[in-house]
């Protein structure tokens, strides 16, 4: 199975903050990335898909970049409702696999 | 308006077996390009693929619990059943279910989730 590798674990960060959330692939997986939110008590929400395609509703702070093996989430302007795990998911190929997450959390 | 929720037994003892039902409105099982996961996540881990269902019947597993899985569906009752057998601890998490729009790995829309437990 291919493997995912987030960095940082934990991120602390202001409201105003930009954010940067490296995943990395154990091999190619072309574009075939997902990035999501999750909030405690919460399913996970969608916000990008194939790398650096915004879901609809997702406000245009957040973007994606990569492909190949290395890839990014980007929030320009922290917001207080973005303090939250992320996780990044390939589906290049079967079985999907997630990265163990990345909770940003308050400064 | 698409949703999903999940429903099983908040319990379960080891060595049984679970069976989980993913409930869905607002889209069909049988349209093409449409499918279904599951997926799950032990408490304070993280998420979990687990398998997948597509329109045309076809089903995908995770490689390390494959041979415990088994995922169906009920177009006629808009349900996907995923049954995961000899249970065990480990094995406790919240289960659940989201749409693949595309039958892409993107998974839109996802169920609230329903807790398993397992423990004697």
């Known amino acids: 199975d291919i493997q995912m590798t987030q960095s940082p674990s934990t991120l602390s960060a202001s409201v105003g903050d930009r954010v940067t959330i490296t995943c990395r692939a154990s091999?190619?997986?072309?574009?075939?990335l997902a990035w999501y939110q999750q909030k405690p008590g919460k399913a996970p929400k969608i916000l990008i898909h194939?790398?650096?395609s915004l879901e609809s509703g997702v406000p245009s702070r957040f973007s994606g970049s990569g492909s190949g093996t290395e890839f990014t989430l980007t929030i320009s302007s922290l917001q207080p409702g973005d303090f939250a795990t992320y996780y990044c998911?390939?589906?290049?190929?079967?079985?999907?696999?997630f990265g163990q997450g990345t909770k940003v959390e308050i400064k | 308006q698409v949703t999903l929720r999940e429903s099983g037994p908040a319990l379960v003892k080891p060595t049984q077996t679970l069976t989980l039902t993913c409930t869905f409105s607002?889209?069909?099982?049988?349209?093409?390009?449409?499918?279904v996961s599951w997926i799950r996540q032990p408490p304070g881990k993280a998420l979990e693929w687990l398998a997948l269902?597509?329109?045309?019947?076809?089903?995908y597993y995770s490689t390390s619990l494959k041979t415990r899985l088994t995922i169906s569906k009920d177009t006629s009752k808009n349900q996907v059943v995923l049954t995961m057998t000899n249970m065990d601890p480990v094995d406790t998490a919240t289960y659940y279910c989201?749409?693949?729009?595309?039958?892409?790995?993107?998974?839109?829309?996802w169920g609230q989730g329903t807790t398993v437990t397992v423990s004697s």
């Open positions: 989201a749409r693949n729009r595309d039958c892409s790995g993107r998974m839109d829309v």
């Open positions: 607002g889209f069909s099982l049988s349209t093409r390009g449409m499918c």
């Open positions: 269902i597509d329109w045309d019947d076809d089903k």
């Open positions: 091999q190619s997986i072309s574009s075939w």
């Open positions: 194939k790398a650096s």
């Open positions: 998911q390939q589906y290049n190929s079967y079985s999907w696999t």
